[in-house]
């Protein structure tokens, strides 16, 4: 039970493995072919609707797909926290606020923190196997304390 509340990739393999990345490339291509509208709506409403986008539509699409991609994720790997907040933060710093190519950023980047949790979970205690979500946490923590610093300014 706290290997699902903090995380374990050890059971994904096979049919599992395709069927989240299947889920996964048709999130991502949803998004990238939404981009223009998920900009558009970073603005606000107002903006968004001068640029000829239904921004109520919009969001409800975005809500959607984010709600499609981790309910997916959850439920074959368990809940690993942090990723979904760090990841898109650090990609808009690194890639810039273009969502074509900060979603796909935002993604590369929270599978690549999620592979080396995993590692790390597999290896510091060996024989022992620790939650993937400690690792996260350990990222995601210290991003999230900057942010609300940043936010309160």
């Given at each position: 039970m706290i290997f699902w509340l903090l995380g374990d990739l050890g059971g994904v393999e096979g049919w599992r493995?395709?069927?989240?990345?299947?889920?996964?490339?048709?999130?991502?291509?949803?998004?990238c072919l939404d981009a223009r509208a998920i900009d558009a709506i970073a603005w606000g409403d107002?903006?968004?609707?001068?640029?000829?986008?239904?921004a109520p539509a919009a969001r409800m699409r975005t809500?959607?797909?984010?709600?499609?991609a981790t309910a997916v994720a959850v439920a074959n790997v368990g809940a690993i926290g942090f990723v979904g907040f760090a990841a898109p933060h650090i990609a808009r710093r690194l890639f810039g606020a273009d969502a074509r190519i900060a979603l796909p950023g935002a993604a590369a980047l929270g599978?690549?923190?999620v592979m080396l949790a995993d590692?790390?979970?597999?290896?510091?205690?060996?024989?022992?196997?620790?939650?993937?979500?400690?690792?996260?946490?350990?990222?995601?923590v210290p991003v999230l304390l900057h942010q609300l610093i940043r936010g309160s300014r």
């Open positions: 493995l395709v069927g989240l990345l299947v889920a996964a490339l048709l999130a991502l291509l949803w998004a107002a903006i968004a609707r001068d640029l000829g986008v239904d809500v959607a797909l984010a709600a499609f599978a690549s923190v590692a790390c979970a597999r290896t510091l205690a060996a024989p022992q196997l620790l939650p993937v979500g400690v690792f996260t946490a350990l990222i995601g």
